[in-house]
């Protein structure tokens, strides 16, 4: 079942922070986050797993409630490169497939 | 450079023509997937490959076809029978399946069916 994110879109200042959420109807393994610019590849941010591993990028702040079944992705002190849209994936067990989430558009205005 | 190559970037089709879409990686990653991406819509699973010469379907494997013959290659095929075709196609990577591994993203093909 599709994630859900919220919220759909959000509009920075630089130097704002902001907080994307993903929440599941489902008990959750992992939860990968990738941030997508207009036209090109998803790129990824982090991998948060069920026990409280994580793997990503250290610049980059993310939470892993396992009994809300919620993430959430933490951008502080904006830049302007961080403009874009993020996407949660989630696995329900170790192995299958990412579902992914229809994506937070992200805005960072000078 | 190590890293995922998708071809071509448009690509063009009249109604009721299959078409084949490349995607080739040297990171030498088991694991490969198709994903269709529509405005609003997230990425969509449409196959995904663990190891040469197996694969399974998707979400939304109805219309598309792929073959993994070889590791680096993983084509996908999208037939007359796929309803509504036009989209833009990501192939995407990842060392094995597990979830500790991240997926790496091809630049990805736009198809337009006129």
């Known amino acids: 079942q599709q994630p859900v994110q919220s919220p759909q879109a959000v509009i920075l200042r630089e130097g704002e922070d902001a907080v994307i959420n993903c929440s599941s109807s489902?008990?959750?393994?992992?939860v990968h986050w990738y941030r997508q610019k207009h036209g090109e590849a998803p790129v990824f941010l982090m991998i948060?797993?069920?026990?409280?591993e994580q793997k990503g990028h250290e610049k980059i702040s993310a939470s892993f409630n396992e009994k809300k079944q919620q993430s959430s992705l933490y951008l502080t002190a904006s830049q302007l490169s961080y403009s874009g849209t993020y996407f949660c994936g989630t696995r329900g067990g170790s192995q299958g497939n990412l579902i992914f989430g229809k994506g937070t558009k992200l805005s960072v205005k000078p | 450079d190590g890293g995922i190559t998708q071809s071509p970037k448009y690509l063009f089709r009249k109604e009721g023509q299959n078409v084949t879409l490349s995607c080739e990686q040297n990171l030498n990653h088991d694991a490969m997937y198709w994903y269709r991406q529509d405005p609003g819509q997230g990425l969509r699973l449409i196959y995904y490959s663990q190891i040469v010469n197996d694969f399974q379907k998707g979400d939304i494997a109805e219309g598309y076809s792929v073959s993994r013959e070889k590791k680096e290659s993983f084509p996908l095929t999208v037939t007359s029978a796929q309803k509504n075709p036009t989209a833009f196609y990501l192939c995407?990577?990842?060392?094995?399946?597990?979830?500790?591994?991240?997926?790496?993203f091809g630049p990805g093909t736009r198809l337009t069916v006129l």
């Open positions: 948060l797993l069920k026990g409280g």
């Open positions: 995407a990577s990842s060392l094995s399946a597990s979830s500790y591994n991240e997926q790496f």
């Open positions: 489902k008990a959750l393994y992992s």
